[in-house]
């Protein structure tokens, strides 16, 4: 059974940095398109960033030229950059696959809280 254990969230003022922290069990990290969703309070789960096999990356507008996603296949961990933090990135944060037309690839985790407030 695959399991995703999210670290590395916090609170953080608007314009800091954080690094989030994805560890997969098992090995399946390295045979799919793996991305970092968020979900803010009353809102649906939206995907924010992905990482393909081949490290292609992609971001939702939103985010583009503030977050890095990227992965180590060795250590079956995926990671998340946050840089100039505002307030609306407020949200639980959360990994999985990303594979089309599936909205619950594997299981979820139970994710990591990022909470951007002066």
């Known amino acids: 059974q695959v399991q995703f254990v999210e670290s590395g969230g916090g609170l953080v003022q608007p314009g800091g940095s954080l690094r989030l922290s994805c560890a997969a069990s098992?090995?399946?990290?390295?045979?799919?398109?793996m991305g970092w969703y968020r979900q803010a309070p009353g809102k649906q789960r939206d995907l924010v960033a992905r990482?393909?096999?081949?490290?292609?990356?992609n971001y939702a507008d939103s985010v583009k030229g503030r977050f890095t996603i990227s992965r180590d296949n060795a250590k079956s961990t995926v990671y998340l950059q946050m840089n100039s933090l505002k307030p609306e990135d407020t949200a639980v944060y959360y990994c999985?696959?990303?594979?089309?037309?599936?909205?619950?690839?594997?299981?979820w985790g139970q994710g990591t809280q990022v909470t951007v407030s002066s």
């Open positions: 999985n696959a990303v594979v089309p037309y599936s909205a619950d690839p594997f299981a």
């Open positions: 098992g090995s399946i990290l390295s045979s799919y398109t």
């Open positions: 990482i393909t096999r081949r490290s292609n990356t």
